[in-house]
């Protein structure tokens, strides 16, 4: 197979309405490790990975942030050297940025951290990190009939004042928890990088944050079952002419 895609992804409910599409069966992850690896082995003659996260032994739930995301990436990178590497998942966006419910965003020109503030001389620009994406995203969100926009990463659902104005400084327009540690991964191990998310909350709409990605999550779940297929197809189509 001469091209790889590796898709990483931190929900259960979100991939596997994915892995279902793409006909992934489960392959062996590493053994000391909670990440579960699904491989579609012909997408568009190419073999697609799907990487979940996992699941918190101690608590039951999803592993979603920055800590699960590098290792799931690493581990990814380290087994199969994937050609690029996609960042799929829902995500919050902002009225004021006039994202709707449902809308499809790929990552540009880069995905950045808006809570690793770190106010030292040499520190602030890596704490932002500012990886850049692949670059041919812009043709890929056209392809999706998607938006473009600046990715912004935290360990936190919700928007505290603070990570409000530097939101706003860094021109975040899709705000979620994983993308730039992954991003990060990938500028380490040398690999072409993109996000692909989905909206399933407005940051700046009066009902909260949780009950709106509560309500829908499985809405957006089953819509990226439509675009991270049609990613990989248009990935494997580009990379491989």
């Not at 966006?93 to 006039?98: P, R």
């Not at 926009?149 to 990570?163: K, M, Q, R, Y």
């Not at 709409?205 to 990613?231: G, M």
Request: net charge negative; glycine share 8%; proline share 4%.
């Amino acid at each position: 197979m001469g091209v790889t895609i590796a898709v990483v992804m931190a929900m259960r409910a979100e991939a596997a309405p994915v892995i279902a599409g793409l006909g992934a069966h489960e392959v062996s992850s590493p053994a000391a490790l909670p990440h579960r690896w699904y491989v579609a082995d012909d997408v568009g003659g190419a073999r697609v990975v799907i990487a979940v996260n996992g699941v918190d032994a101690r608590h039951g739930v999803d592993l979603i942030g920055t800590e699960p995301a590098v290792m799931n990436t690493t581990a990814v990178c380290a087994a199969f050297s994937p050609d690029v590497v996609v960042s799929a998942g829902t995500a919050g966006g902002w009225m004021h940025a006039n994202a709707e419910v449902g809308d499809v965003y790929v990552s540009w020109p880069h995905v950045v951290r808006h809570d690793r503030r770190i106010d030292l001389d040499g520190l602030r620009e890596y704490g932002i990190g500012r990886h850049e994406v692949w670059d041919g995203a812009a043709d890929l969100a056209a392809h999706l009939g998607a938006r473009l926009g600046v990715v912004t990463t935290s360990n936190a659902l919700d928007e505290s004042d603070i990570d409000r104005d530097w939101i706003l400084d860094l021109r975040g327009e899709v705000k979620e928890m994983e993308a730039a540690a992954v991003a990060w991964v990938c500028e380490v191990h040398g690999v072409p990088f993109v996000a692909v998310k989905t909206i399933t909350d407005l940051v700046d709409h009066p009902a909260p944050t949780a009950e709106q990605f509560s309500a829908n999550l499985s809405a957006a779940s089953t819509r990226l079952a439509d675009v991270v297929p049609a990613s990989v197809r248009y990935l494997a189509d580009r990379l491989g002419s």
